[in-house]
């Protein structure tokens, strides 16, 4: 076996010992949702949990805004650890500012297809580059004393059946692929917490749910690695009480209730569980409340209220949102010139309405949002500019204005009625306000509800109402039954996100000059969600329609026409990138493609912008004037967009995946589970290796992105013992703007006695030259770049042979190239 590591600065030592069994077990399952219980006798106070990855949500209550960050994938495309550290500081400082002790972020699942629902929040498809931006993100948020929870520990990479599949790895796709990521991030960042998913995990020796999987949790994590933080249990994860006890999982959430408890009290005085594993469960929650300050006298550090808002941090984001810009194509229309530009045509459903973040436990409220309407506006004194959307981009209207509805009586809102078993009215109808889609805390006793609402629709057009609902439902417009439906919802409506999507029926009600009043009835299920309560979902959408479909493209194309420049934004939206669901293709959702054929037909002089944290197919990428990737921007979208068009900053972001030039090329299609499995057949080629090693030719390959610099890659040297390598690389940008330059540096073992890929990431680094001078890129190369997994000794090593080291701007554009052949580890250049 290898040698066990040790977390730097870990402090192992035993915190307590319990003398009440009952107490300690206690400890070990939350008392709320988000919340641990108190040791009184340990001087612990409550430990507070948050969702994250795009910022610190807070608990239940906390209605605040929250500073909202670019999606990990747009990090991720920065490749700038010290831009990640200085966004790590900023989530420990928001946590500080909410009251909250552990952020539950990041993720350091893979990108391993992109039809995965999660595919935006996480960072890449390479193992090498979500470590090392995890790390940095981790440790910047720890330094400020908040602890990080890494997730989801493991083979996580799909939503379809999530909470009960089983992903089947092979030993060396396990090592050197999928636990690399949180290898880092406990070895290197020594972070203080890790999340066990909610699917089970096939590793050959032991096929098991994550959450007690003693070979991965206690084996790998706790033994070789020497974790000593906390391993809490995805919301809801936990289905056993002696087998997660005894496979290393420290913490069941949510509370207060799950399978430990009572259970696991028995369990221990039955002699099922030993009683030195629930004081070293306690023990690292302890430590945990120690290292985040709750436990004795310690105090929060002190933030700002407005943080969000404050100068700097709009500065912070807005920078790391044009940094992960990556520009696809440039052919000469940018950056847009401030003063040569007299008109814009701003197309597009994304430029109306930006996708500024994924859909599911992701979400936070921003304090607001840079448009970028406003923002060019702002970028672009001189020039008039017309917004236009051009073609729609959502099955679902936006929810409605609760100023339409009332309730039957008059009063704003709609009516909610409880019913029990035999159909009787419990308790009070009460009012409810339109925007106010949950309605949780229905009474133990009812089993249905009935909903009344009069949508009141006024103005010219036609009227899109729709109506979103979770579980059994018989919905009525004016009396006609328009949606009915006799499938029930339990607890995995908020496993699978549906929840936040609820579908329903639409109808298209043409309105004249005169009001129309629109009865709505639904009679529903009351959903039982378990720990998460018992709940009604009802949501109301609204959309006028002014124009036709048609209409509305022909005024976007006419603008294009008469404008100098268009910029066109399309993407996806939470409809199509969510938690609890996959995608289903990878176009752009509606009439989005065609808007920009017809665009770009009627203006050569075409700006596409896509707004998507996930690849999506685009035709039409060769024949633009130029394409940008716009991601998930977060709050300061407009702002990051307007400064990287305008070459205020510099676009400089490089893909952290492969983006298709057709579905049919992409190698790992398929999230749906075979007999509850997901075989991970590709072994250790995820992603850009599978590219390679099949010869397909993607759209734009792993680490692509043009900035605005021209670069010549002029010398290239590799130095010192494998231990600690070091690539130098002398790089000149011949362009005429200041620029940087991301210098990736790729390894082949091109005659190795193993199966190796066919290149792999070894490491990266940033470096900003002025234009027409020469710099020095220095780029640490780690001895586990060059080690694989030996299975028959099940331990790491360096396989003697021929190596090649690029440095390179992509993993296919190679630039220079040095050789050099290893040794009983010993590493000669050639």
């Not at 991720?76 to 928001?94: I, K, N, Q």
């Not at 268009?566 to 938690?579: F, L, M, Q």
């Not at 940033?766 to 694989?788: C, H, P, Q, S």
Request: proline letters at 7%; glycine letters at 10%.
């Amino acid at each position: 076996m290898p040698t066990p590591m040790t977390v730097p600065h870990a402090d192992v030592r035993p915190r307590t010992h319990v003398a009440d069994l009952d107490e300690a077990v206690r400890l070990l399952t939350g008392a709320t949702s988000w919340t641990l219980r108190a040791l009184p006798s340990s001087g612990l106070r409550p430990i507070v949990l948050s969702d994250g990855p795009i910022g610190v949500r807070g608990i239940d209550d906390d209605v605040r805004p929250s500073a909202q960050l670019p999606s990990p994938s747009a990090l991720a495309a920065t490749f700038d650890t010290r831009l990640l550290s200085r966004l790590g500081h900023l989530l420990g400082m928001e946590a500080h500012r909410k009251g909250v002790d552990v952020l539950l972020a990041p993720v350091v699942n893979l990108q391993r297809t992109p039809y995965g629902g999660r595919h935006f929040e996480a960072f890449s498809e390479d193992p090498l580059l979500t470590g090392i931006l995890a790390s940095a993100l981790i440790e910047a948020t720890q330094s400020t004393g908040v602890a990080m929870c890494v997730k989801h520990y493991l083979g996580n990479e799909s939503e379809t059946e999530r909470t009960t599949y089983r992903s089947r790895l092979c030993e060396r796709a396990l090592r050197e692929v999928y636990l690399a990521p949180f290898e880092r991030a406990v070895v290197h960042a020594g972070v203080w917490s890790v999340m066990a998913a909610y699917n089970g995990v096939d590793d050959g020796e032991l096929s098991a749910p994550a959450t007690e999987h003693g070979p991965l949790i206690n084996g790998i994590l706790k033994g070789e690695w020497g974790f000593d933080g906390v391993v809490v249990s995805d919301w809801l994860a936990t289905g056993s009480t002696v087998a997660s006890a005894l496979g290393g999982l420290d913490l069941v959430m949510p509370g207060p209730d799950g399978p430990w408890g009572a259970a696991l009290v028995d369990a221990v005085k039955a002699g099922l569980v030993p009683a030195q594993t629930i004081d070293d469960k306690v023990d690292r929650i302890i430590r945990l409340g120690e290292r985040v300050g709750a436990v004795g006298d310690a105090r929060r550090q002190q933030a700002p209220l407005d943080l969000p808002t404050l100068p700097a941090t709009r500065a912070l984001l807005r920078e790391a949102v044009a940094r992960s810009i990556v520009v696809l194509r440039n052919d000469g229309a940018l950056p847009v010139a401030q003063t040569a530009v007299r008109s814009v045509a701003l197309i597009g459903p994304n430029a109306v309405e930006p996708f500024v973040q994924g859909g599911g436990s992701a979400f936070v409220t921003a304090p607001g949002l840079s448009e970028p309407l406003a923002a060019l506006t702002e970028a672009l004194p001189e020039a008039t500019i017309g917004l236009y959307r051009g073609a729609a981009g959502r099955a679902h209207p936006r929810p409605i204005d609760p100023a339409l509805v009332t309730t039957p009586d008059g009063r704003p809102g709609y009516l909610l009625t409880f019913l029990d078993g035999k159909g009787d009215v419990v308790g009070d109808p009460v009012a409810v306000t339109a925007d106010e889609g949950w309605n949780r805390g229905a009474p133990a006793d009812a089993v249905s509800a009935r909903i009344q609402a009069i949508v009141r629709l006024t103005g010219p057009g036609v009227h899109r109402v729709d109506v979103g609902v979770s579980g059994w439902h018989r919905i009525r417009f004016d009396g006609d039954v328009v949606s009915a439906s006799d499938r029930r919802a339990d607890h995995d409506v908020i496993l699978d996100s549906s929840a936040n999507l609820p579908g329903g029926p639409a109808r298209d009600i043409l309105v004249g000059d005169r009001p129309v009043d629109l009865l709505i009835e639904s009679e529903q299920q009351v959903v039982d969600a378990g720990a998460y309560g018992r709940f009604v979902r009802f949501v109301l959408r609204h959309e006028v329609q002014q124009q036709t479909a048609a209409q509305e493209l022909e005024a976007a194309v006419e603008a294009a026409r008469s404008a100098d420049v268009a910029i066109v934004v399309v993407g996806t939206n939470e409809e199509t990138e969510s938690e609890g669901w996959d995608r289903q293709n990878l176009r752009l959702p509606g009439r989005q493609d065609e808007l920009v054929e017809r665009i770009l037909e009627a203006n050569p002089r075409t700006v596409v912008v896509v707004n998507a944290g996930a690849p999506v197919i685009l035709p039409w990428l060769d024949r633009t004037a130029a394409t940008l990737w716009w991601w998930l921007p977060g709050q300061e979208a407009g702002g990051g967009l307007a400064d990287a068009l305008t070459g205020r900053i510099e676009p400089s972001g490089r893909l952290p995946w492969t983006l298709p030039a057709a579905e049919d090329d992409v190698p790992v299609r398929s999230t749906l589970p075979k007999n509850g499995v997901i075989d991970y057949s590709e072994g250790i080629h995820v992603g850009y290796r599978e590219w390679d090693r099949t010869s397909r030719t993607p759209a734009r390959e792993f680490g692509y992105g043009l900035g605005y610099g021209t670069w010549l890659y002029e010398a290239l040297s590799v130095e010192g013992p494998v231990d600690e390598l070091t690539a130098s690389v002398t790089v000149t940008n011949v362009g005429a703007r200041d620029s940087r330059e991301i210098v990736q540096i790729y390894l082949e073992s091109p005659h190795s006695s193993v199966e190796r890929p066919v290149r792999w990431l070894a490491g990266f680094a940033n470096v900003d030259v002025r234009a027409g001078e020469t710099a020095t890129a220095t780029v640490a190369i780690d001895r586990r770049a060059l080690e694989i997994w030996n299975t028959e000794r099940h331990d790491w090593e360096i396989p003697d042979g021929f190596y090649v080291f690029h440095a390179a701007r992509s993993s296919r554009d190679l630039r220079l190239s040095v050789t050099a052949t290893v040794r009983s580890e010993e590493l000669t250049t050639d």
